[in-house]
C-alpha cells in the first residue's frame, strides 16, 4: 500500500485482502471511543444533580465525580482516536476499507453518542447542562464533524476521483 492503487479493482481485491486483525482493531478502536465519551461520562454526569441529604449521599456523589473515572474515559477516548489515526493512516490508499471498517462504523457510533449524550441531558436532567454534558458534548460532536468530514471525503471525492482513473 505504498502508493494509490491505480482501479477500483485493485482497490476492492485489496480491501478483501486486508487481515482480520485489522478488522478487529478497527472496530475495537471505534467501540472504545464510543466507551469513553458516552457510556463513562453519562455515568458520573447525573450524580451532578443529586442533592445529598446525608454525609454517605455526599461521599456517593464525590466518589461519582472522581478523577479515576475521569481519567478512564479519557483514556479510553485516547486509545479509541490512536486506533482510529493509526488505522486511518495504514489504510489511507484502500478509501473502500475504510469507509466500510473504519469511517462508517466509527461515524455511527458517533452519531449514537451524540444523540444518547443530547436524550441524557433533556430527559434526565430536564435540560441543565452540567460541566461533564458540556465537555461530553463538545467531545462527541467534535467526533462526530470529524468522523462525518473524513467519510464525506472518502465517499465523494476519492470514489470521484477513482472512477476518473479508471475510465481515463
Known amino acids: 500500500m505504498a502508493n494509490f492503487p491505480q482501479s477500483y479493482q485493485d482497490i476492492l481485491e485489496e480491501s478483501r485482502e486486508v487481515p482480520v486483525w485489522f478488522n478487529i482493531a478497527a472496530a475495537f478502536s471505534s467501540w472504545i471511543l464510543l466507551a469513553g465519551?458516552?457510556?463513562l461520562p453519562g455515568t458520573f454526569a447525573s450524580l451532578d444533580t443529586l442533592e445529598?441529604?446525608?454525609?454517605?449521599?455526599?461521599r456517593l456523589q464525590s466518589l461519582g465525580q472522581n478523577i479515576p473515572l475521569l481519567c478512564f474515559a479519557a483514556v479510553c477516548c485516547f486509545f479509541g482516536v490512536i486506533g482510529i489515526t493509526f488505522l486511518w493512516v495504514r489504510f489511507r490508499y484502500n478509501y473502500i476499507w475504510l469507509l466500510d471498517?473504519?469511517?462508517g462504523p466509527s461515524l455511527a457510533n458517533s452519531v449514537s453518542g451524540l444523540m444518547t449524550s443530547l436524550v441524557g441531558v433533556y430527559a434526565s436532567h430536564r435540560g441543565e447542562w452540567s460541566i461533564t454534558a458540556i465537555v461530553t458534548i463538545s467531545v462527541v460532536a467534535s467526533t462526530f464533524s470529524c468522523m462525518s468530514t473524513a467519510f464525506l471525503t472518502y465517499r465523494l471525492l476519492l470514489k470521484r476521483g477513482t472512477a476518473l482513473l479508471t475510465q481515463g
Not at 52 to 58: F, S, V
Open 37 to 39: 465519551f458516552v457510556l
Open 52 to 58: 445529598p441529604n446525608d454525609e454517605l449521599g455526599r
Open 101 to 103: 471498517n473504519l469511517l
